[in-house]
């Protein structure tokens, strides 16, 4: 297996961010048991040394599948992950994003073109999954014939959705609610729960929050399984749907939280298998604060507040007149820190555009307030 974290510390430019994007990828593929090849991972090494680019990646991985003349019942499932993983590795390193019902189909389409004869398009058909932490029971997932106005709804939904005054648990607790629903819904044939993880990542970077990979690439199992517990029901055994699980693993996600992400404690039956011993939603170390070390980024989110505001109005905010050095010492570190962004993002130079804070503005701009 590749080295992540030693690319990912030596920091050179643009090898950081391919290496992270690699990690989360390849991670990925234990959702549904799936492994890279050594053929894969050394292509992704020449990727992240800046020797290839992604294009070269997908057809030196296409040439090597076509190339292949002996094949083991094997060979399909590593081929599927090899391929997953550098499509997601691209989508991943792109900052282009767009929250929408066209933007999470584009992105299963994208991941799954070449694999699935079906990628980027909605299931028309029931389906179950028996589930190893259900005991083999099935979470009842979305109808066939409403899975399209399931989507948009949930989407338009968090749209609307307003983050303002929420601290950081709050604003986790509505993240995993809905990441929980959107996965329910389980629009695709196959490749759902990879599908919504790099959507969610996408999504996340989108609010402000430099994401951090390596808890979807160390514990992409327990995700999932945290979805299946966050719906799944059985009132007559006693057994509720617990969005806490996935809370758990979102905290780690942007709290820097240490909790223990362990799959035996999701199982139905863990008191009974575990004699009981069951984990504490206690925190194993004290959350990040999300205020910014840099005092022009700080001064900047206290300016802007819940309010929507110009350059002249920032610059009159907080009492300054150079509008070169504010947009290089405070506004654009912001922005490139996740704390603000435009109004109008589409069109930077939009007569009307104003700035205001991102869902991670929002919330150290409350924890600056206290």
């Known amino acids: 297996m590749i080295d992540f974290d030693s690319y990912i510390k030596m920091g050179e430019p643009g090898g950081k961010e391919r290496a992270e994007a690699w990690k989360t990828a390849i991670g990925l593929q234990a959702v549904d048991g799936l492994k890279t090849s050594e053929y894969l991972n050394e292509t992704a090494a020449k990727h992240i040394e800046g020797d290839i680019t992604i294009d070269q990646v997908k057809d030196l991985i296409d040439t090597y599948y076509q190339s292949k003349t002996a094949r083991t019942p094997e060979d399909d499932d590593v081929e599927e992950a090899d391929k997953a993983s550098a499509n997601i590795a691209r989508i991943l390193n792109e900052p282009s994003f767009t929250f929408s019902l066209h933007g999470l189909t584009s992105i299963h389409k994208r991941i799954f073109t070449g694999i699935f004869k079906h990628a980027g398009v909605l299931r028309d058909y029931e389906i179950s999954k028996k589930e190893w932490v259900l005991d083999g029971a099935s979470v009842s997932y979305g109808f066939a014939f409403e899975l399209q106005g399931a989507l948009a709804h949930d989407i338009q939904?968090?749209?609307?959705?307003?983050?303002?005054?929420?601290?950081?648990?709050?604003?986790?607790?509505?993240?995993?609610?809905?990441?929980?629903?959107?996965?329910?819904?389980?629009?695709?044939?196959?490749?759902?729960?990879?599908?919504?993880?790099?959507?969610?990542?996408?999504?996340?970077?989108?609010?402000?929050?430099?994401?951090?990979?390596?808890?979807?690439?160390?514990?992409?199992?327990?995700?999932?399984?945290?979805?299946?517990?966050?719906?799944?029901?059985?009132?007559?055994?006693?057994?509720?749907?617990?969005?806490?699980?996935?809370?758990?693993?979102?905290?780690?996600?942007?709290?820097?939280?240490?909790?223990?992400?362990?799959?035996?404690?999701?199982?139905?039956?863990?008191?009974?298998?575990?004699?009981?011993?069951?984990?504490?939603?206690?925190?194993?170390?004290?959350?990040?604060?999300?205020?910014?070390?840099?005092?022009?980024?700080?001064?900047?989110?206290?300016?802007?507040?819940?309010?929507?505001?110009?350059?002249?109005?920032?610059?009159?905010?907080?009492?300054?007149?150079?509008?070169?050095?504010?947009?290089?010492?405070?506004?654009?570190?912001?922005?490139?820190?996740?704390?603000?962004?435009?109004?109008?993002?589409?069109?930077?130079?939009?007569?009307?555009?104003?700035?205001?804070?991102?869902v991670k503005g929002l919330a150290a701009y409350k924890e600056i307030k206290g």
Request: proline share 5%; charged share 25%.
């Open 157 to 358: 939904r968090e749209r609307d959705f307003n983050y303002t005054g929420m601290d950081m648990s709050e604003i986790v607790k509505h993240i995993a609610q809905f990441t929980s629903d959107i996965w329910q819904i389980h629009p695709f044939c196959e490749g759902n729960t990879r599908t919504t993880a790099v959507f969610i990542i996408k999504y996340l970077r989108s609010l402000g929050f430099n994401v951090n990979n390596t808890t979807f690439e160390k514990n992409s199992w327990y995700f999932r399984n945290a979805l299946v517990r966050a719906n799944y029901q059985n009132l007559q055994k006693g057994i509720y749907k617990e969005t806490i699980h996935l809370e758990r693993f979102f905290r780690n996600l942007l709290m820097g939280e240490d909790n223990a992400l362990m799959n035996r404690y999701l199982h139905i039956k863990a008191k009974e298998l575990l004699d009981g011993a069951t984990p504490t939603s206690t925190p194993t170390s004290t959350p990040t604060s999300l205020i910014p070390g840099n005092e022009n980024i700080k001064r900047l989110i206290e300016a802007i507040g819940e309010n929507q505001l110009s350059v002249k109005e920032m610059l009159v905010a907080v009492g300054l007149k150079d509008r070169p050095n504010f947009l290089e010492y405070s506004l654009s570190p912001a922005m490139n820190e996740g704390y603000v962004r435009m109004l109008y993002p589409d069109s930077p130079r939009h007569p009307r555009q104003k700035y205001l804070l991102t």
